[in-house]
């Protein structure tokens, strides 16, 4: 299936690309929902941003309480904590409210180890039954 793009999304001449730690405002939540403007790693595809004007992300978190799921990050980011692989976001970076902006990229070691708790979320494998 191949999808075609006549736009070229982008905020203040930005589009978000795969890998890149972003700083995003959350609000408004409900919930448990990741709150309040945090940074957050763009996990979807860079043509996926630029053909829907949406990426989806991984918020990162300053707190202390690690849990399973989490990333850290290493200590030469600017950006310090961990990635919550557990609690994905799709994000409309168009919308000026989200104020989303580049801060810098993440370690190929931690995008391989965040995308392989995504993946897990959705092993569809296991919803097949012989």
């Given at each position: 299936m191949t999808l075609k793009s006549n736009k070229g999304y982008a905020i203040n001449g930005y589009?978000?690309?795969q890998g890149d730690m972003i700083i995003c405002n959350f609000?408004?939540?409900?919930?448990r929902e990741?709150?309040?403007e945090r940074p957050?790693?763009?996990?979807?595809?860079?043509?996926?941003?630029?053909?829907?004007?949406?990426?989806?992300v991984c918020p990162i978190?300053?707190?202390s309480n690690v849990k399973p799921g989490f990333v850290k990050l290493s200590d030469s980011h600017k950006?310090?904590?961990?990635?919550?692989?557990?609690?994905?976001?799709?994000v409309d970076f168009m919308e000026k409210e989200r104020r989303v902006?580049?801060?810098?990229?993440?370690?190929?070691?931690?995008?391989?180890l965040t995308i392989q708790i995504v993946?897990?979320?959705?092993?569809?494998?296991?919803?097949?039954?012989?």
């Open positions: 589009t978000p690309q609000d408004p939540t409900l919930g990741i709150q309040k957050a790693l763009v996990v979807s595809s860079s043509y996926y941003h630029q053909t829907t004007g949406f990426c989806v978190t300053s707190s950006v310090k904590g961990h990635i919550n692989a557990m609690q994905l976001k799709f902006r580049k801060v810098e990229e993440c370690t190929t070691d931690e995008f391989g993946s897990a979320i959705f092993d569809f494998e296991k919803l097949i039954v012989e």
